[in-house]
């Protein structure tokens, strides 16, 4: 089993910047790939950025150029720095990690709101 703890969610005005961190435990050396994903309310749940465990990432293209992803497998923690936020960029952001095998592991999510 894997725990999945976010931190760093908030409220912020258009065009700022806030700091996501996703801090993994448990059954950790059995991970793959680690990322975001968003909910929007009424939306569905959407890849937000991924890495992997060799650093390759994914970022979707909503959000490329402006949020950026990091891992840092000594301390666990995956990482989503975002800047220029957007109205649109309010959600719900759920860290996710996927074990080499089986059902990817999801945190409880954690409230990112835009707006003046």
């Known amino acids: 089993q894997v725990q999945l703890v976010e931190s760093g969610g908030g409220e912020v005005q258009p065009g700022g910047s806030l700091k996501l961190s996703c801090l993994a435990s448990g059954s950790i050396d059995s991970l793959d790939a680690m990322g975001w994903y968003r909910q929007a309310p009424g939306s569905q749940r959407d890849l937000v950025a991924a890495?992997?465990?060799?650093?390759?990432?994914n970022i979707a293209d909503a959000v490329k150029g402006r949020f950026t992803i990091s891992r840092d497998n000594a301390k666990n923690t995956v990482t989503l720095q975002m800047n220029s936020l957007k109205v649109e960029d309010t959600a719900v952001y759920y860290c996710?990690?996927?074990?080499?095998?089986?059902?990817?592991?999801w945190g409880k999510g954690t409230l990112v709101t835009v707006s003046s």
């Open positions: 890495i992997a465990t060799d650093g390759r990432t």
């Open positions: 996710i990690a996927t074990p080499r095998i089986g059902a990817p592991y």
